[in-house]
């Protein structure tokens, strides 16, 4: 399957600046699937200067961006996501595996508009 599995963080040391290629994963808000251009979004933001590619080659691709920016973004539904994931029979997937879209609605309403998160994208190709 082609596609992404996208997830967006918190920063454990609570955001007040942009997140590193480095940085650790704090509380995840939400988590998704979808296609090839699931990426797109992202892209547009940090042309648009509002949002930082740090890089990374799919294993995973790594952005930071403000609440302000992410959270209307992936509140309701994120940017191409699928509400229940694909998989291939010879995928290995573990007990950890979500199978859906989820957004921490509860935990979205808590971020501070100028709070920095992480986005982690990692490559389903």
Same mark, same amino acid.
Not at 31 to 57: C, P
């Given at each position: 399957?082609?596609?992404?599995?996208?997830?967006? %963080?918190?920063?454990?040391?609570? $955001?007040?600046?942009? =997140?590193?290629?480095?940085?650790?994963?704090?509380?995840?808000?939400?988590?998704?699937?979808?296609?090839? $251009?699931?990426?797109?979004?992202? @892209? @547009?933001?940090? *042309?648009?200067? *509002?949002?930082?590619?740090?890089? $990374?080659?799919? %294993?995973?691709?790594? %952005?930071?961006?403000?609440?302000? %920016?992410?959270?209307?973004?992936?509140?309701?539904?994120?940017? /191409? =996501?699928?509400?229940?994931?694909?998989?291939?029979?010879?995928?290995?997937?573990? /007990?950890?595996?979500?199978? *859906?879209?989820?957004?921490?609605?509860?935990?979205? =309403?808590?971020?501070?508009? @100028?709070?920095? #998160? #992480?986005?982690?994208?990692?490559?389903?190709?």
């Amino acid at each position: 399957m082609l596609g992404w599995h996208i997830s967006v %963080y918190r920063q454990r040391d609570g $955001g007040a600046a942009p =997140a590193t290629a480095g940085s650790p994963e704090g509380p995840r808000l939400a988590v998704w699937q979808t296609g090839v $251009g699931g990426l797109d979004w992202l @892209d @547009d933001l940090a *042309k648009a200067g *509002k949002a930082i590619n740090l890089g $990374g080659n799919g %294993y995973p691709c790594r %952005y930071t961006a403000t609440a302000e %920016y992410i959270i209307p973004q992936i509140v309701e539904m994120p940017p /191409g =996501a699928r509400t229940h994931w694909l998989r291939e029979a010879s995928d290995v997937v573990t /007990g950890k595996w979500e199978g *859906k879209t989820v957004v921490d609605r509860a935990a979205t =309403a808590h971020c501070r508009p @100028d709070e920095w #998160l #992480l986005v982690v994208a990692w490559d389903e190709s």
